[in-house]
């Protein structure tokens, strides 16, 4: 069986082929440019490689409720020629196959559910921290859609009392993405993270603020394991920031091992790396293919 | 076919036997006292009424991983006696009949799916606001549970500059219970909320920490339906300010109908008013016993 991915990003696409059992054959990346010349590309790259299903994770905001006219659209985007853009049924009029169709982060908290550093497990949650900030939510065995789908990134935080910043969201004042994303942490600072060294105070102001987010996620939803993705979490010495700061808040109260005991294990970079949304968009269309066919 | 419900509150257990169509045809509540006496009355209640299977949403922390050797325990409750208690084990002991076990706001959250303001719909978010301050979360047609199961009532949120108050939780500074539940009103305000005007300051403050915990469960969850219940939520000029201070927060970033033109639909009181727990009960013993016969 060959299954056909498309990791489909704001700034870069990535296609793919690969099987049931998880292992990526080929693949091929693009720059994400108006969509006709996209979208071209991505339909070159499955002429020459035939398919049984395909999975897509899209940037959004999506349309993802089957019964709706625009099932398949990328809504309200500022990105250039792709608002209303029908994605899936543009793919639909060359290749009939079963379609899988969920956020960029979705794809990836499944990727790591299927294959990562979930697997095994019926929860996890997804946070890529980069140019923009988005949460997947996995949970009880399934991806969580509801009226739209999760926008994790935008969730309310409070500032620290020295952070004298406005923020980056045109929408929020201190929410995640406009407080902790790498814009974020570029307009604070007047320099690129990448730039900044492992012990600059931004470092710790931005543990601060995941950490936030991530507490009240493990409140709200318990989920066996929180990921960290993303161009930002590529600065590694955040991970024991985070996780420190997430003890502190919790303080306790939740008593689960492993927040207690083991929180190394529990607060992780994706085990798939920067290919977990990939993955994700295979594991979607593998779940695709398994539904047309009945299968559990 | 008789469905048993147990609604076993902090204060007050409250047994009912219902039917498949969700109508309780008889009710007994009783206070909550040791676990003896308690259980005593429910299994009394049972002899007389005899069921099929039966409903338990509880207060918490409950162990509800099935394959846990504590499952159906009470966990770490600071209430008298109720400690590491065997729940289900104790009534098994009485009656073997298939059982549902979850909290009680998961089990409020399920009741207003089945039966309630969320019906027809596959997920909502049910919180309780009163002596303590709860979550239960419903997505994608089943209740959420993860690592342990959702603590909403703890999540972070920030303090309003004119608030000195300290907070009421013993583990979280500034977490939604420790400034918004009925004990933190009482204790900002010196009387309890039952005596405040509506008119007030105390309800825009209560109205702008229960938005903030709102707004962020809309962007994380995106759920159809938010159905706020409990003690504190009797002051029904509460929801027009809840609202408004969602859209306030919010400020159109999520394109969703329900949240820009129809948020009196969107935010809502529990249809099952206090009996939401109760019903969600039964919709628990409904479902299992389904389970038993092997039926969707």
Redesign the interface.
């Known amino acids: 069986m060959r299954i056909g991915a498309i990791e489909a990003g704001g700034t870069k696409f990535v296609c793919g082929i690969g099987n049931e059992h998880g292992v990526i054959e080929d693949r091929i990346h693009f720059p994400t440019e108006l969509p006709e010349q996209t979208m071209f590309r991505v339909i070159s790259y499955f002429e020459s490689h035939q398919v049984d299903a395909i999975g897509i994770g899209a940037f959004g905001?999506l349309d993802l409720r089957p019964d709706s006219s625009t099932y398949g659209y990328i809504?309200?985007t500022p990105k250039a020629g792709w608002a209303q853009y029908p994605f899936l049924d543009t793919l639909r009029s060359h290749y009939e196959v079963p379609y899988g169709w969920d956020t960029d982060v979705n794809a990836a908290a499944f990727g790591e559910a299927a294959w990562g550093a979930a697997k095994g497990l019926d929860?996890c949650v997804y946070y890529t921290v980069g140019t923009g900030v988005g949460?997947g939510?996995y949970?009880?065995g399934?991806?969580?859609?509801?009226?739209?789908?999760?926008?994790?990134?935008?969730?309310?935080?409070?500032?620290l009392p020295e952070d004298d910043f406005s923020g980056v969201c045109p929408?929020?004042q201190?929410c995640l993405e406009g407080m902790a994303s790498g814009p974020a942490i570029e307009a604070r600072w007047k320099r690129k993270g990448s730039e900044l060294p492992a012990d600059h105070p931004a470092w710790s102001m931005e543990a601060h603020y995941i950490a936030?987010a991530v507490?009240?996620?493990i409140?709200?939803?318990?989920?066996?394991k929180v990921i960290l993705g993303g161009g930002v979490m590529q600065q590694s010495q955040l991970f024991p920031m985070v996780r420190k700061e997430v003890c502190r808040?919790?303080?306790?109260?939740?008593?689960?091992e492993?927040?207690l005991e083991d929180m190394d294990n529990y607060i992780v970079p994706p085990a798939l790396g920067a290919e977990a949304g990939l993955y994700g968009a295979l594991a979607l269309g593998l779940e695709a293919w398994k539904k047309s066919k009945a299968l559990p």
Do not use: K
Request: neutral net charge; charged residues 10%; proline residues 8%.
């Open positions: 905001p809504t309200t929860s949460a939510v949970a009880e399934r991806l969580i859609h509801g009226m739209v789908h999760p926008e994790g990134g935008h969730v309310p935080i409070r500032r929408f929020h201190e936030q507490s009240g996620t409140l709200m939803l318990s989920p066996q808040y919790l303080n306790g109260y939740v008593q689960a492993a927040l």
